[in-house]
């Protein structure tokens, strides 16, 4: 690898840089809805880039699911995390999800919160997410409940 980084999404041209990873990941790659997939809340999202030099690698963003109000920790939900088939195995799914969560924690969320697909349940384990419910289906996809405390 020759300059592996994950940095925060600034500009439009980052974004559509996003948005073309989860196109192939998760639209080409797993037959998810391209309307599905392209939610309308990039808007409302922070979004970080995986990139190895120029190339980039994967992605994910970050919303925020609960403000904090009440008894209910303040928590980010981590959406759309992707890595480009080619560069799986490579470490890069946990160098994302250890700066969204850097990310969460330097904007005061107290946990963060995602649907995993279950394939990849043991990785979120993994990186001390816990599992909680039932599996449900979202896309055809089945998906777990998982949190992890900041």
Do not use: C, N
């Not at 998810?32 to 992605?59: I, K």
């Amino acid at each position: 690898m020759s300059d592996p980084r994950v940095e925060l999404v600034t500009d439009e041209d980052g974004l559509d840089a996003a948005i073309a990873v989860r196109r192939e990941v998760f639209v080409e790659g797993q037959g998810v809805p391209e309307d599905r997939e392209l939610d309308g809340r990039d808007d409302e999202a922070t979004h970080v880039l995986a990139r190895d030099g120029d190339a980039v690698v994967g992605t994910a963003r970050l919303r925020e699911y609960h403000d904090g109000e009440g008894d209910e920790p303040r928590t980010a939900k981590v959406e759309r995390v992707a890595v480009r088939d080619s560069r799986r195995g490579e470490g890069w799914g946990a160098r994302i999800m250890a700066a969204v969560e850097d990310h969460a924690r330097e904007q005061g969320y107290d946990r963060v919160y995602l649907h995993a697909q279950v394939p990849v349940v043991a990785f979120y384990e993994h990186l001390g997410y816990e599992a909680h419910g039932e599996e449900f289906e979202d896309a055809g996809i089945p998906h777990r409940e998982m949190t992890k405390a900041l």
